[in-house]
């Protein structure tokens, strides 16, 4: 006889509570404060950071983990890198790191990335995740006013069975977090309504800093942070060093902030 160490509960009533309680979460973020496309560091630290001031954040992941890169550091060995004062935010999660030579800091990418998804987590984020990015949702006037998604594994389908409709999630302001696709970015110049000048060449010194202080609203209603801003404005990329993504994404959320009339605390 096998020791009953569980509650009695079967498979039916274990489907119907994921189903009960993504239907309703899902229902609720239909419409949202900000829709942040893109889970990576950039999205996650923009979406912690307007969580926190109690706005109703829903980040969008095509993947179905979070965190892009973070995870993984540089060349597949998973350790990353800020620069000064970009450190101040790994203390901020408490996650441990040293300094290897002045200005430069180490950490371990799964902790760091486990402290910030959970971080995000805790300070009320939803997130949708194996969902893409397909367009945006324009008013009149232009301004961007949501996102249309889909599953992601629709786009491996082939053509001839992938009729499936997306579906238009509306919020007051999207933040473009896709990292160097920038691809809520490209939605608007495919459009005539932006013109994306393409990343540059990588120059680490010189690419945090042009990130952060480029990082802000590329079109009424779209943030854009993280490697995204390097794709809309041609500016260096950064390789394997994390600072300025997590920098943009604070910035980003202050943007978001003045954007909606919100004071600064």
């Given at each position: 006889m096998v020791?009953?160490?569980?509650?009695?509960?079967?498979?039916?009533?274990?489907?119907?509570?994921?189903?009960?309680?993504?239907?309703?979460?899902?229902s609720q973020y239909v419409?949202?404060?900000?829709?942040?496309?893109?889970?990576?560091?950039s999205g996650l630290m923009a979406g912690k950071e307007l969580a926190t001031r109690g706005l109703k954040i829903l980040i969008v992941e095509r993947n179905n983990y979070l965190g892009g890169g973070f995870w993984i550091g540089g060349y597949l060995m998973n350790k990353i890198t800020v620069r000064e004062p970009a450190q101040k935010v790994l203390e901020e999660l408490a996650v441990p790191y040293k300094e290897v030579s002045k200005g430069l800091y180490v950490a371990d990418g799964p902790h760091a990335c486990s402290k910030l998804i959970g971080a995000t987590c805790d300070s009320g984020v939803k997130f949708a995740?194996?969902?893409?990015?397909d367009d945006l949702v324009l008013r009149e006037g232009g301004k961007v006013n949501?996102?249309?998604?889909?599953?992601?594994?629709?786009?491996?389908?082939?053509?001839?069975?992938?009729?499936?409709d997306p579906v238009a999630l509306e919020t007051k302001m999207v933040i473009d977090a896709t990292g160097h696709d920038a691809s809520a970015v490209r939605k608007l110049e495919e459009r005539g309504l932006i013109k994306i000048k393409g990343m540059g060449a990588m120059w680490v010194e010189r690419s945090e800093n042009l990130v952060v202080e480029h990082t802000g609203e590329a079109y009424p209603g779209l943030v854009v942070v993280g490697m995204a801003v390097a794709t809309t404005y041609g500016l260096p990329r950064m390789g394997p060093t994390f600072g300025a993504m997590l920098l943009s994404g604070k910035r980003g959320a202050e943007v978001v902030l003045e954007k909606l009339g919100i004071k600064k605390k």
């Open positions: 020791k009953k160490l569980f509650a009695p509960v079967g498979e039916k009533e274990v489907t119907r509570a994921i189903v009960d309680e993504f239907a309703k979460q899902f419409e949202s404060d900000c829709l942040i496309i893109g889970g990576g560091p995740n194996m969902t893409v990015f949501g996102a249309v998604i889909n599953w992601t594994p629709i786009s491996s389908l082939p053509r001839e069975i992938t009729c499936v």
